[in-house]
């Protein structure tokens, strides 16, 4: 506000030349002004609207980082359990009921707090999606072949949830790359992110597949098998939660310096003659 008690643009006759430099998200987009809509007219779509992901970004690493520490404690769980399968199979009579009740506890118990942590870090996840996903649509509103929406669907739907998140986030990624000295979109290897969609899907079909072979394992040796095959997911998960945090810290990064770039001119490429 200027002392006649008018916001800057006001004065300056509705024409802003540069937004001020102390906000983080300088370049918000204004919600364009409400039309009267006729009678049973659907609502209007909301403007994409700049926003800082920095905040979510910053939950989410933390609680990826608690699902690391549970897969920990699941693998601690796994170790113990195989060490009763694996008496069980060498020598029945030295174990007991109460041990093997103990272990299968133990592992029982494991499972429930990774299943919490995971729900808990892939709602701040989704979350955290959802708003790169409209910071993407400011930067670049016609580079996205799907609608924002999809930006939570994709990840609960059946089947297009293998593949629609991944088509989102290159979209997303794209969209959100900072502009070079020449005014072209600077260029970022897409390795991290690759790597961490591929970790993922594997970690959702091995972590299923081995918690049914635990849950129909009724001998010894099947248990010892579930067991193994569960501490492999546990290992596995580890390394996607860790590939996880860098791509969300990568892709944040990218959107935290492009917004601070601010307008610039659209990029031409050079016509060869």
Known sequence: MSESGLCVACEAGGVVSAPPAAQPYPYAQPAPPAHAAPPYAPAPRLPAHLASPEGLARAAVVLLGVC???????????????GVANRMVDNPGFVT????????LLEAGSGLVQTLALLASAVVFVIWFRRVRINAEVFRPDGHRMRRGWAVWAWITPAVCLWFPKKMANDVWAASLPYGPDGSPRRAPRTVMNWWWGLWIATLVLSRASGRMYIRAESPEEIRQA?????????????????AVLFVRRLTALQHEKAHQGPVAPYQAPVFR
């Open 68 to 82: 690391a520490l549970t897969d920990v404690l699941s693998l601690f769980a796994g170790y113990t359990m195989l």
């Open 227 to 243: 067991v193994v095959a569960l501490m492999v997911s546990d290992v596995l998960d580890i390394v996607a939660a860790v590939v």
């Open 97 to 104: 009921q109460d041990e093997a009740d103990r272990a299968d």
